[in-house]
């Protein structure tokens, strides 16, 4: 589903899946060009009012190489230094509120100037004939790397409840209530057709 603010200065441009969320900000050239813009904070509110803010993936150069900096929540501030971003970590039928701010000033002080919000609807997993699931991609597995129960271990290393745990984490709904689920609900002989999806990388020389 598609979702737009297009109020104010800074504009949003929300798409929403099952799973992942997309989200597009705009603000005026005029606005960032030549100014103190430093990115921005994105903090996204559940229907039971739980706030998590969602950090970028790139660091402050100078914060990292500041040997006077020991604190690592301003060592590694984040803020999303890009105008398209992505929220992996959204669940399927669940109503979200983003607040997104541009934010001005330096890279240890900074603070919002431009700030606006959107409610969305994520789409539900089973609803209709057919149904889409996804496993966590490239990117959006780098929260297992970040898991302290994992460890950024291998799978195969991990203990039993822990390897459960990471097997449910890393397929999403795609194993337990997607491929599971629609063999359970076979009631005679049935066909299951698989179809792979590979890229291959070709050298020219």
């Known amino acids: 589903m598609r979702f737009k603010n297009d ?24 606005k960032v060009k030549g100014s103190d813009f430093m990115g921005f904070s994105i903090e996204r509110t559940d229907a039971e009012g739980k706030k998590q803010l969602l950090n970028g993936s790139k660091h402050f150069d100078s914060l990292i190489h500041d040997s006077n900096i ?84 291998r799978v195969s290393e991990l203990g039993k409840d822990a390897y459960a745990k990471a097997l449910s984490y890393l397929s999403r709904e795609l194993y337990n209530e997607g491929l599971t689920g629609f063999l359970k609900q076979a009631k005679t002989k049935s066909t299951l057709y698989i179809v792979l999806f590979m890229k291959f990388n070709t050298l020219n020389s």
């Open 7 to 30: 109020t104010g200065s800074l504009k949003l441009y929300f798409v929403a899946g099952t799973q992942t969320v997309l989200m597009a900000f705009d603000l005026p050239e005029a």
């Open 70 to 153: 020991t604190d690592p929540k301003i060592k590694y501030a984040s803020l999303v230094q890009a105008f398209f971003w992505k929220d992996y970590l959204a669940d399927p039928g669940q109503e979200y509120t983003y607040k997104v701010s541009a934010m001005y000033g330096t890279a240890l002080h900074f603070a919002p100037k431009y700030t606006s919000s959107i409610t969305i609807s994520t789409e539900e997993l089973n609803k209709g004939k057919h149904s889409v699931y996804f496993n966590y991609g490239v990117t959006g597995s780098q929260g297992y790397a970040k898991n302290k129960e994992f460890g950024n271990k």
